[in-house]
């Protein structure tokens, strides 16, 4: 069964940082690209970035590029989100993912974990 337990959300003040971190298993994770999408309040879900099997390439949404950083654990089946110089535009719930492969940026599974609420305030 394929899970994913995404942590280290919490509220923030704008400038500041935070990291997430996802678990992942009932697959093999170290075979496939991982992502982190985000879904804000009335918004469709958006991938935010993507990191090769190997974690030797990645990726970014131009919202996102130079202030977010993912990188990822295969000996642990983990993905980590690094976000720095937030924004409250970036509050939103954070989910992780695999995908189908490097070009086609689509959810590899069907099951989403709780994910990770960020909220960007003064």
């Known amino acids: 069964q394929v899970q994913f337990v995404e942590s280290g959300g919490g509220l923030v003040q704008p400038g500041g940082s935070l990291r997430l971190s996802c678990a992942a298993s009932?697959?093999?994770?170290?075979?496939?690209?991982m992502t982190w999408y985000r879904r804000a309040p009335g918004k469709e879900r958006e991938l935010v970035a993507i990191?090769?099997?190997?974690?030797?390439?990645?990726d970014y949404a131009d919202f996102v590029k130079g202030r977010f950083t993912i990188s990822r654990d295969n000996a642990k089946n983990t993905v980590y989100l690094q976000m720095s110089s937030l924004k409250p535009e970036d509050t939103a719930v954070y989910y992780c993912?695999?995908?189908?492969?490097?070009?086609?940026?689509?959810?590899?599974?069907?099951?989403w974990g709780q994910g990770a609420q960020v909220v960007v305030s003064s």
């Open positions: 009932g697959f093999t994770f170290k075979t496939y690209p």
């Open positions: 990191i090769s099997s190997t974690g030797g390439s990645t």
């Open positions: 993912n695999a995908v189908l492969s490097w070009t086609l940026r689509r959810a590899a599974f069907d099951s």
